[in-house]
C-alpha cells in the first residue's frame, strides 16, 4: 500500500532552517508528482509546494518563494523540503501529498518556529 512518511520538522528560532523530508513506497515514485502541504492551527490545509515527477518544473506558494525549495530524489524515493529564513508565521503541521488513483497523505511532521 502507499505509504508517506514525513520527517525532519522540530522547534527552530525565526531566520533559522529546516530540511524536511518524506520517504515514499507502495507505488513507482518517479511517475508522480509530489507536493508538501501544511496547515497551521485555525486555518486551511495550503500547498506550500509541488514538484514535477521528473523534478524539472517546480511551482512555490507566493509566501515561501525564494525561502523553500522542492526537491526530489527518484533513486531513493524521497521529496524534500528544505527551509530557510523561517517565520514564526511558517508555524504549522508539514503534509506530502501525491495523487494517483486516490489522494495519499503522510501523517504530517510538525514545523515550530519561535524564539
Known amino acids: 500500500q502507499v505509504q508517506l512518511v514525513e520527517s525532519g520538522g522540530g522547534l527552530v528560532q525565526p531566520g533559522g532552517s529546516l530540511r524536511l523530508s518524506c520517504a515514499a513506497s507502495?507505488?513507482?515514485?518517479?511517475?508522480?508528482?509530489m507536493s508538501w502541504y501544511r496547515q497551521a492551527p485555525g486555518k486551511e490545509r495550503e500547498l506550500v509546494a509541488a514538484?514535477?515527477?521528473?523534478?524539472?518544473?517546480?511551482n512555490y506558494a507566493d509566501s515561501v518563494k525564494g525561502r523553500f525549495t522542492i526537491s526530489r530524489d527518484n533513486a531513493k524515493n524521497t521529496v524534500y523540503l528544505q527551509m530557510n529564513s523561517l517565520k514564526p508565521e511558517d508555524t504549522a503541521v508539514y503534509f506530502c501529498?501525491?495523487?494517483?488513483?486516490?489522494?495519499?497523505w503522510g501523517q504530517g511532521t510538525q514545523v515550530t518556529v519561535s524564539s
Open positions: 514538484i514535477s515527477n521528473g523534478g524539472g518544473s517546480t
Open positions: 501529498y501525491t495523487r494517483g488513483r486516490s489522494a495519499y
Open positions: 507502495g507505488f513507482i515514485f518517479s511517475l508522480y508528482a
